[in-house]
């Protein structure tokens, strides 16, 4: 089954997301910080992952940028409610993301470009 991790630090934010999202093709797991994402990643192997910038302890683009060198074939979508120029070309230059979405984001948009990146996921590189 594919797995997917939602990493923000809004509990009620990953709570309606896994309502949301609890009927989609594949296993949806969140973590709450940055920390807990990385020690996920460390024992799960996740074809997509979607973070948010703003968390204590460790910024979305410090863990996207982690994934990118960790585990590369790894889909990685930023999730923002404060996007900037510096976020956002952090996020493609050292992350590499695939896609950078804004807060609010409508689940139907974030359940559609989880669903293009699973495709790019699932074609060989």
């Known amino acids: 089954m594919t797995s997917i991790l939602v990493v923000d630090d809004d509990v009620n934010l990953l709570n309606g997301l896994r309502r949301v999202l609890r009927d989609q093709p594949y296993d949806l797991f969140v973590a709450n910080s940055a920390e807990m994402a990385i ?13 948010d910038q703003q968390m204590s302890g460790k910024t979305g683009n410090e863990l996207i940028a982690w994934i990118a060198e960790n585990s590369p074939e790894t889909v990685r979508i930023m999730l923002t409610g404060r996007p900037d120029v510096e976020v956002m070309t952090d996020a493609i230059n050292r ?3 695939f896609k950078f979405l804004t807060k609010p984001c409508h689940a139907f948009e974030l359940a559609m470009v989880i669903r293009e990146g699973l495709q790019l996921a699932a074609t060989p590189r």
């Open 39 to 51: 020690s996920m990643l460390q024992r799960h192997h996740f074809e997509l992952v979607v973070s």
């Open 95 to 97: 992350g590499r993301v």
